[in-house]
């Protein structure tokens, strides 16, 4: 029940198009959302983060859309660059511990 | 700031020495984390502290592992002996209690055992 299941593990898209990456849980309990973004050689860093209260937070080209009657979350990411490139884990918690996906790595093509 | 500062950034050693990690989390910060990745594992929590002391170290593998946080600006991860299955990058992360539930994570130390 701890578990955040993230998908897919990996995904190439064109450059400009839609980046779509998923995830589900089953703790009713967790409170907060966020999305890290990990480029090679560097420590993850928080990308985006969501509140179950709401449905939908967009920061730029970045979403994070919210089903809590479903229980999963997805990030979008809108015209996709290379320098979009890099691995995405999602997380969910309801304290100080986050609970973590098994990442994305995301590749775009120029 | 200058975030999260860990060292050595890289470490190789030989199977069976000792390895010391070590951290300095974010002034003020109150819970200092440290995660372990490798591709087959990605991302895992071994063991986190709240105002030095430490609060679940479920995570960590076996009793080689040790965490110390003697005071509020350092910790470290020790493995003795350290085995090549231990090889991996080795993540600090710290947050505030208050004001927000992000973590801030170091560079990472990577770890290889020969």
């Known amino acids: 029940q701890q578990q955040v299941k993230q998908s897919p593990q990996s995904l190439i898209v064109q450059k400009g198009g839609i980046s779509i990456i998923n995830c589900a849980y089953e703790?009713?309990?967790?409170?907060?959302f966020p999305w890290y973004q990990q480029f090679p050689g560097k420590g993850p860093a928080l990308l985006i983060a969501?509140?179950?209260d709401v449905s939908e937070k967009k920061e730029g080209r970045f979403t994070i859309s919210f089903n809590k009657s479903a229980k999963q979350f997805s990030l979008h990411i809108m015209d996709s660059q290379p320098g979009d490139s890099a691995t995405y884990f999602c997380?969910?918690?309801?304290?100080?511990?986050?609970?973590w996906g098994a990442g994305t790595k995301l590749i775009i093509k120029p | 700031d200058a975030g999260v500062i860990q060292s050595p950034r890289h470490e190789v050693t030989e199977m069976g020495q000792e390895v010391t990690l070590r951290c300095k989390p974010i002034?003020?910060?109150?819970?200092l984390f440290w995660y372990r990745q490798t591709m087959m594992r990605g991302l895992e929590l071994l063991i986190y502290?709240?105002?030095?002391?430490?609060?679940?170290d479920s995570g960590m593998p076996e009793d080689r592992f040790s965490a110390k946080m003697p005071n509020a600006s350092f910790s470290t991860l020790k493995i003795q002996p350290s085995e090549p299955r231990d090889s991996a990058v080795y993540f600090c992360?710290?947050?505030?209690?208050?004001?927000?539930?992000?973590?801030?994570f170091g560079p990472g130390t990577r770890l290889t055992v020969l």
């Open positions: 992360a710290s947050r505030k209690r208050e004001g927000g539930n992000e973590q801030f």
């Open positions: 002034s003020g910060h109150d819970y």
């Open positions: 502290f709240n105002n030095n002391v430490p609060i679940d």
């Open positions: 703790n009713t309990a967790f409170d907060y």
């Open positions: 969501i509140r179950p």
């Open positions: 997380a969910a918690t309801s304290n100080y511990q986050l609970i």
